[in-house]
């Protein structure tokens, strides 16, 4: 009977990975004609991501490293990465609009401009 509190975590588990709905390839063609406007993504940056992030995306955590190294990357694949999480400790905006997400996406690399 001991082992029932562990299955239903390890369901839970399972089951709260598969409730993360991948983004569909519509949705990012969608949204990379947007375009990303920092000033209103600083909002959304500061309302969401400053507590592991930091100001300036510098991070500081154990498993938070600073945005910096991610800021080669393709705007579709920061945008997963946003929409569907990364690793153990980056979480999914999952219900971010294509506008808040592309915003978002314009401020993180406004922090790193000319670096
Ligand atoms: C609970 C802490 C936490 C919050 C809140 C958070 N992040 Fe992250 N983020 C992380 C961690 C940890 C990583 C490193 C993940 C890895 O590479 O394993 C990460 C990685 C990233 C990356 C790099 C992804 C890549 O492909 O390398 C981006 C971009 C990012 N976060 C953007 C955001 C944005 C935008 C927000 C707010 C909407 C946000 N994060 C909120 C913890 C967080």
């Known amino acids: 009977m001991r082992y029932r509190g562990i299955c239903l975590l390890f369901l ?4 709260g990975c598969a409730a993360i709905p991948k983004v569909a390839d519509t949705e990012i063609q969608e949204a990379m004609r947007l375009t990303g406007v920092p000033a209103a993504g600083k ?8 507590y592991c992030h930091r100001e300036k995306g510098e991070g500081g955590g154990v498993a938070v490293g600073t ?10 694949d920061l945008y ?3 929409k569907e ?3 153990d400790w ?9 506008k808040d997400t592309m915003d978002v996406i314009a401020y ?3 922090l790193f401009e000319g670096k």
Not at 12 to 15: A, D, E, G, N, P
């Open 67 to 76: 945005l910096e190294r991610a800021m080669p990357k393709r705007d579709e």
């Open 90 to 98: 980056m979480p999914a905006f999952s219900k971010m609009t294509p």
């Open 12 to 15: 839970l588990v399972i089951f």
């Open 43 to 50: 909002v959304v940056y500061e309302k969401n991501c400053i």
């Open 80 to 82: 997963r990465a946003v």
């Open 85 to 87: 999480g990364k690793g």
């Open 108 to 110: 993180m690399r406004s």
